[in-house]
């Protein structure tokens, strides 16, 4: 078997650091409105992971969080503000920021919540009106 791989993250000034191991459930670009607002960019990169398999290594205690619904805890550094992760803790799992993992080779399967998108992107890949339907949404597929 394969050691499984560990990545490392951190947030902008670095004072914040973890790592992710292993593979993440999940990956894709979120167009939702909250994470719009949230990351100031016009899609989330998006990477679905086991909470297990996200360790705090350093500056836990610098670490803010903000929740809008229990659905996101919103996860910042006290010193630069910078965003790395979300916690959902109705889906398990934890969003970690591509951006904030830059070894880590993000691999976009879906789009989701394009029905809110305002930056159409022609890549081939799924564009789901919201979430998939096992993750409760409905499913739906939209043109690009
Ligand atoms: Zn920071
Ligand atoms: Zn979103």
Known sequence: MNEQQTYRGSCFCGSVQFTVTGAP???GYCHCESCRHWS????NAFS????????????????GTYHKTDNSYRKWCKTCGGHFFTEHPGMGLTDVYAAAIPDFDHQAAVHVNYQE???????GLPKLKDFPAEMGGSGDVLPE
Do not use: F, H, S, Y
Not at 40 to 43: A, E, L, S
Not at 48 to 63: C, F, S, Y
Not at 117 to 123: A, G, H, N, S
């Open 25 to 27: 459930e999940a990956m």
């Open 40 to 43: 100031g960019g016009p899609v």
């Open 48 to 63: 679905l992971w086991k909470p297990e398999a996200v360790q705090i290594t350093r500056g836990a205690d610098n670490i």
């Open 117 to 123: 998108t305002t930056l159409r992107i022609k890549d």
